[in-house]
């Protein structure tokens, strides 16, 4: 599994990094994502966990021509996340930016976003509501969520009716 900043960082700030882990096992992170989240982060929030995590393992991107194409429309975490899970063959992406999604599902790479991980964990059957992890990504992480998104994955994992 490989995963963009943007995970990493929100389940961080939450007190909840290792959701990844237990989900995942060990997470594969590029270069970038490392440099983005551990050295340009020093001292934010979750930046010493992620740094801690003996789990996260850095892996170099081979592939620098593919990451310097999909640079032309995404970040440099972005672009190599993708890479390195092309590279690998990755069996799951997680990644929240829309424009990166859309060029890993044209890799045919399988990808999830960050709110997927908490429904992944509920699923399993190791926690009995995404409500309280959704409310802590949207107020302490200040993770941008759409009400209509907020109001349909609970609905979906049966936490609330219909709205209407």
Do not use: C
């Amino acid at each position: 599994m490989v995963s963009d900043a943007s995970a990493l960082i929100n389940l961080a700030r939450i007190r909840e990094l290792g959701l990844l882990h237990r989900l995942y096992g060990d997470v594969l992170i590029p270069d970038a994502v490392w440099q983005e989240v551990v050295i340009d982060g020093t001292g934010q929030p979750g930046s010493e966990e992620i740094e801690g995590a003996s789990w996260i393992k850095v892996k170099q991107v081979e592939n620098r021509a593919l990451v310097h194409a999909l640079r032309q429309d995404l970040d440099a975490g972005e672009a190599e996340a993708i890479a390195l899970s092309e590279e690998l063959e990755a069996d799951l992406l997680i990644m929240d930016e829309r424009w990166g999604r859309e060029a890993a599902a044209r890799f045919g790479i399988r990808h999830i976003g960050l709110i997927g991980v908490p429904i992944a964990v509920k699923r399993r059957g190791w926690i009995e509501a995404v409500k309280p992890h959704l409310d802590a990504l949207r107020d302490v992480a200040g993770f941008r969520v759409q009400e209509a998104l907020y109001h349909r994955v609970l609905h979906d994992e049966g936490e609330i009716g219909r709205r209407r």
